[in-house]
């Protein structure tokens, strides 16, 4: 079993920017796909970026222009720069990581766009 970790949240202005990050717990095992997702209070979980192996990248219409998704190999470590935030952006975002069958989540990290 593989754990992911995010980290990064916090409470940022509108305007304002953010990094999170998500390391799998274990060196040896690398996700084919990685993505974040994020829950606002009473709606669903909705994709906001993905990313595949070879790097090519997926978004939200939402989060296009002013989020981006990276990820380090050689660290196994996944990110999302947030830049142009939003009130609208608050939630709790997740990391998820799929490889074959077998997909694995985050706990989630906080996200507050306020002022």
């Known amino acids: 079993q593989v754990q992911l970790v995010e980290s990064g949240g916090g409470l940022v202005q509108p305007g304002g920017a953010l990094r999170l990050s998500c390391a799998a717990s274990?060196?040896?095992?690398?996700?084919?796909?990685m993505g974040w997702y994020r829950q606002a209070p009473g709606k669903q979980r909705e994709l906001v970026a993905g990313?595949?192996?070879?790097?090519?990248?997926n978004y939200a219409d939402s989060v296009k222009g002013r989020f981006t998704i990276s990820r380090d190999n050689t660290k196994n470590t996944v990110y999302l720069q947030m830049n142009s935030l939003k009130p609208e952006d608050t939630a709790v975002y997740y990391c998820?990581?799929?490889?074959?069958?077998?997909?694995?989540w985050g706990q989630g990290t906080q996200v507050t766009v306020s002022s």
């Open positions: 990313i595949t192996g070879d790097g090519a990248t």
């Open positions: 274990r060196s040896d095992f690398s996700f084919s796909n």
């Open positions: 998820k990581g799929v490889r074959g069958l077998y997909a694995s």
